[in-house]
Nanobody, 125 residues
Framework: QVQLVESGGDLVQPGGSLRLSCAAS????????TGWYRQVPGKQRELVAA???????NYSDSVKGRFTISRDNAKNTAYLQMNSLKPEDTAVYYC???????????????????WGQGTQVTVSS
């Protein structure tokens, strides 16, 4: 089994910054990609940022230039640095990891998706 644990969510004023962390543990052979998603009540979960095993990144248009995703492969941990936060960034942020949990799965190209429990980010004065 694989567990993802997010941390770093908080209440912050507009214009402020937060850094979210996502630590993966358990049966992990190789993480192909890690993504940060967010969801507000009544809306679908949306992709905020993602990073693959080579370090290539992509961002939603709404956060480009303000958010930065990174990962520490040795620690199986991903980060989301969020700057210039706006009230519309308020949401529950979820971490996703797409990975091969065994060497057999890796060589067969078999990937599994795992999600964290979410961390609340509230941007308000």
């Amino acid at each position: 089994q694989v567990q993802l644990v997010e941390s770093g969510g908080d209440l912050v004023q507009p214009g402020g910054s937060l850094r979210l962390s996502c630590a993966a543990s358990g049966s992990i052979f190789s993480i192909k990609s890690t993504g940060w998603y967010r969801q507000v009540p009544g809306k679908q979960r949306e992709l905020v940022a993602a990073i693959d095993s080579r370090g290539s990144t992509n961002y939603s248009d709404s956060v480009k230039g303000r958010f930065t995703i990174s990962r520490d492969n040795a620690k199986n941990t991903a980060y989301l640095q969020m700057n210039s936060l706006k009230p519309e960034d308020t949401a529950v942020y979820y971490c996703n990891a797409r990975l091969s949990d065994t060497v057999v799965a890796f060589y067969k190209g078999r990937l599994s998706d795992y999600w964290g429990q979410g961390t609340q980010v509230t941007v308000s004065s």
